[in-house]
């Protein structure tokens, strides 16, 4: 069993940053870890993922300005958020995929970009 604990969330201006933090309670070390959210009345969607060699893959609409990362030492998946837009605001979920299959997720932070 795996709890997640995202936090960092919050309230920015158009064109600031933010970044988000996950701790897990256990080693995640070969989990695919990621970023998802949800904005009301939209479905829950991915933002980035990071699996267990480095690679990531993000949504196109965050291509460029989010950067996700993990610290295996740390057991902690990070999202740096550059140049925030209005339509980034959603709650940000952070989910730990297991290689055989089955997942876990956080409790959500709200992130929140003002104009």
């Known amino acids: 069993q795996v709890q997640l604990v995202e936090s960092g969330g919050g309230l920015v201006q158009v064109g600031r940053s933010l970044r988000l933090s996950c701790a897990a309670s256990?080693?995640?070390?070969?989990?695919?870890m990621g970023w998802y959210r949800q904005a009301p009345g939209k479905q829950r969607e991915l933002v980035a993922i990071?699996?267990?060699?480095?690679?990531?893959t993000y949504a196109d609409s965050v291509k460029g300005r989010f950067t996700i990362s993990r610290d295996a030492a740390k057991n902690t998946v990070y999202l740096q958020m550059n140049s925030l837009k209005p339509e980034d605001t959603a709650v940000y979920y952070c989910n730990a995929a297991r290689p055989g299959g089955g997942f876990y997720w956080g409790q959500g932070t709200q992130v929140t970009v003002s104009s």
């Open positions: 990071i699996r267990s060699g480095g690679t990531t």
């Open positions: 256990g080693s995640i070390f070969n989990y695919v």
